[in-house]
């Protein structure tokens, strides 16, 4: 059993509080000197309380409140409850990491320092004092410091489930204020534009009444789901443990009435909701589209078989570079100007051979020197479009142009001046890549990859043949990319191979790490969350004030979604009782090494001579 004692108020660690307020000075101070502030500062979250470039600096004292409280208590040690002690702490370590932005404040006044801070700007400064004073300023970071900080640390001590309640709200709210295009879009496409002015200022985010309607009713909803569930339980307890996905490798998998109406209305809601959205709305969901049949074929190569391809671009440009050379007219040496339905078949025979081309050779590698052929190979395909040896074939530099729209029998042509259609035909594309996906994953092919994911010797041993079956995820995770590839050099209407750097790999891997490797759903849920919301390599997204800091913020939660959530957002059930039974395991070689100290400070129990105390 783990004990539960009470701590004083001032019974803090002092060191971990100044090592982990450093570091928030730190990284406020990086926040601040990047431009995020000023970049942000024109899109508002609640008019007129909150601005984006504000909250950049609000969250992490926030978030870093809360880690200084966090600590672990494995079975046998002493877990402390939480209380006031938790929020000194925070409050402590947010002035602390505050007090980075005071003393920049106080430097940029005083002292010139513009030449090794080239970020520097009047507008910064105006920003960080609140137009105010420069002491004004440097007081409100350190108590706001303090209030953020606070909160964070307050959040152990009101439980789990209102913890949860805090940061739903947060995430409605913010979600809210972000789909402002689209919900204004939706508003005017069902006629209620009135909803949608009571919602958000003129282009200025949500208004103050409306961020606390919002607030409101999502904490009415959390508590009203949590008691139904409840409600639920407590009805059918033996049938909830019966359906648990955990107890048996076919279960929750089963197509029931319940899930193929909830299928039937997402597709509704797809096919329909198009009609009413805008252009701008409907060409950001083509973009996502677009990624998500990229991550759709990558989450089979990385998420089911475990195998780490960082030069999947190499197959989007394969398929988007076959559909150019077979339908264009501008195609340099080879055009025979083929309808896009035949070209597509063609690219996917080329895709699968090219899938073959790259995995064979690399089949018997693992690990760091899979990850580094593939990348070698990526970089190999882009080079060679690029190179004079095959510009009679690919032309280069220059590219493709005059790449025709895709007819679907003669009766329309999908262009990229037309958004609407291009998105169905994207969801569409979207649609076999899921059904193939989800077929195989449950297939016999599928158990070899996640066998193979888990531990390839043991696989191996256990008869699965892991060459095959590996070069057999290449394969359809190449065709699978080469859909995305061919829809784009329609869509776009000409192609190059500044298009397929490697930067699209590393976007893509992002997208399915941060859904949820393994899992369909959460490569959908990553697709929309990255993509949606901060854009691809070079397309926008909803906050296109991210553009300049697109990268550094992957790289951060790619960073944060490793150290902190390995799973992934939305994570398969199998993927994530893997990752947690080597947490597990790791716990168990804590509790023993505990156990080993404690019988060596009690000689008496090895000896029998008494009880353990």
């Known amino acids: 059993m783990t004990a539960t004692e009470r701590r004083r108020v001032l019974d803090q660690d002092w060191q971990k509080m100044l090592k ?5 000075a730190f990284g406020q101070v990086f926040i601040a000197l990047s431009g995020m502030p000023v970049s942000f500062d024109r899109r508002l979250i609640i008019d007129p309380i909150l601005s984006l470039g504000y909250l950049s600096l609000l969250w992490l004292p926030l978030v870093v409140g809360y880690a200084v409280g966090r600590e672990q208590a494995l079975e046998g040690m002493t877990a402390y409850a939480k209380g006031g002690r938790d929020v000194l702490s925070g409050a402590i370590t947010g002035v602390l990491g505050n007090l980075g932005i005071s003393l920049l404040v106080v430097g940029i006044t005083h002292f010139d320092i513009r030449d090794p801070l080239v970020n520097w700007s009047p507008q910064l400064l105006d920003l960080l004092e609140f137009e105010q004073s420069v002491w004004f300023g440097a007081l409100i970071w350190l108590g706001i410091g303090a209030a953020t900080g606070a909160v964070g640390g307050g959040l152990h001590w009101v439980g789990a489930r209102n913890r949860r309640t805090v940061i739903t709200v947060i995430a409605a709210v913010s979600s809210a204020a972000v789909l402002e295009s689209v919900i204004t879009d939706l508003a005017q496409g069902f006629h209620i534009e009135a909803i949608a002015d009571w919602l958000y200022a003129p282009k200025r985010g949500l208004t103050t009444p409306a961020a606390a309607v919002v607030a409101g009713t999502t904490i009415l909803a959390v508590y009203a789901i949590a008691a139904l569930r409840a409600k639920a339980a407590s009805r059918q307890e033996s049938a909830a443990e019966e359906a648990r996905p955990e107890s048996g490798p076919t279960k929750g998998r089963q197509l029931t009435p319940r899930r193929l109406a909830g299928f039937v209305l997402a597709a509704a809601a797809v096919i329909v909701l198009p009609l009413f959205l805008g252009r701008l709305t409907n060409e950001l969901l083509a973009n996502v589209g677009l990624f998500l049949l990229l991550a759709l074929g990558l989450n089979i190569i990385v998420g089911l078989a475990g195998i780490l391809d960082l030069g999947y671009v190499a197959f989007f440009a394969v398929g988007g ?36 081309f790259i995995g064979a050779p690399v089949i018997r590698m693992r690990g760091d020197y899979l990850a580094v052929v593939t990348l070698g190979f990526g970089e190999i395909i882009r ?32 262009r990229g001046f037309e958004p609407r259609s291009v998105l169905y035909l994207v969801l569409f594309f979207c649609a076999i890549a899921i059904y193939v996906s989800w077929r195989l994953e449950n297939s ?16 191996e041993a256990m008869g699965v043949d892991t060459v095959s079956a590996k070069l057999m995820a290449f394969v359809t995770g190449a065709v ?19 298009s397929f750097a490697i930067i699209v790999s590393i976007v893509i891997l992002v997208v399915v790490i941060f859904g949820g490797m ?3 759903a959460g490569v959908i ?59 597990l395991n790791q716990d168990a070689w804590l509790r023993a090494q505990a156990d080993e100290a404690d019988d060596a ?10 009880p353990r105390p």
């Open 321 to 356: 570079y076959s559909v150019a050379v077979l339908t264009s007219p501008g195609s340099p040496r080879f055009s025979p100007e083929m309808p896009w339905i035949g070209a597509l078949f063609i690219a996917m025979l080329l895709a699968g051979l090219v899938g073959l």
């Open 518 to 520: 393994g899992n369909i």
């Open 480 to 498: 699978l990319g080469s859909f995305s590839g061919a829809i784009l050099s329609a869509k776009v209407g000409s192609i190059f191979p500044h």
């Open 444 to 459: 016999r092919i599928g158990r070899a990859w996640m066998a193979i994911r888990e531990d390839e010797s043991v696989a």
């Open 20 to 24: 982990v307020g450093a570091i928030l």
């Open 601 to 610: 400070s009690n000689p008496g129990v090895l000896d029998g001579q008494g």
């Open 383 to 414: 080079i060679l479009l690029l190179s004079d040896w095959l510009s009679g074939t690919f032309n280069g530099a220059q590219g493709i142009i005059n790449i025709p729209g895709v007819e679907i029998f003669g009766l329309t042509t999908v």
């Open 525 to 583: 849920a990553g697709a929309a969350v990255l993509i949606g919301v901060l854009g691809g390599p070079n397309q926008p997204g909803l906050l296109q004030e991210f553009a300049e800091f697109k990268i550094l913020i992957y790289g951060a939660l790619l960073v944060w979604m490793m150290l902190q959530r390995s799973e992934g957002l939305i994570p398969s059930v199998r993927r994530a009782r893997e990752l947690r039974t080597d947490e």
